[in-house]
């Protein structure tokens, strides 16, 4: 644990441990609103799954306080970023959260009536259809240029110490 702290920092460990309780409770999610209709999926098996593993992840972030790290730069720890550089990692994060949230829908939704509608040339749900395309790209381009200036941002509070 000390040297993966220490390779991410504090906040970068949180982030990426945090992963550990949260892929299985979006497993739960997805088989929850499954279940009902295939009778196939477990979803209380990922639940509790996703809830162990949330209380081993709030015990792991009461001991990374008391975790030594080496004084140097790094690229996720909030104490060391300049404002510029909070903003646009939180644009990130919000495009990235719409995006996820997309595509979770995209992947939960029976197309076929929005298709066979389209088909039959009614313009309501053509109009639907454009605004989920837009909204789509705007995300990509959202997380892309965010991505972008972040670095940007990063670089320069990286040359600004050296």
């Known amino acids: 644990m000390k040297r993966l702290?220490?390779?991410f920092g504090r906040t970068g460990f949180a982030a990426l441990s945090s992963l550990m309780w949260a892929l299985p409770m979006a497993a739960w999610a997805g088989s929850a609103d499954l279940s009902p209709i295939d009778k196939t999926a477990y979803p209380w098996f990922a639940l509790a799954i996703g809830l162990v593993m949330l209380a081993v992840w709030i015990a792991l972030l009461t001991r990374l306080a008391t975790i030594q790290v080496a004084p140097r730069q790094r690229r996720f720890d909030l104490t060391?970023?300049?404002?510029?550089?909070?903003?646009?990692?939180?644009?990130?994060?919000?495009?990235?959260?719409?995006?996820?949230?997309?595509?979770?829908?995209?992947?939960t939704v029976d197309w076929e009536p929005l298709v066979s509608a389209i088909s039959a040339g009614k313009v309501g749900p053509a109009l639907l259809a454009v605004a989920l395309a837009a909204f789509l790209f705007l995300m990509v381009a959202g997380v892309w240029l965010s991505w972008r200036k972040e670095s940007a941002a990063y670089k320069a509070r990286v040359l600004l110490y050296m």
Do not use: I, P
């Open 5 to 7: 702290v220490d390779r």
């Open 80 to 107: 060391q970023m300049s404002s510029t550089e909070k903003r646009w990692t939180l644009g990130v994060a919000a495009f990235a959260t719409g995006l996820v949230a997309w595509l979770n829908g995209a992947a």
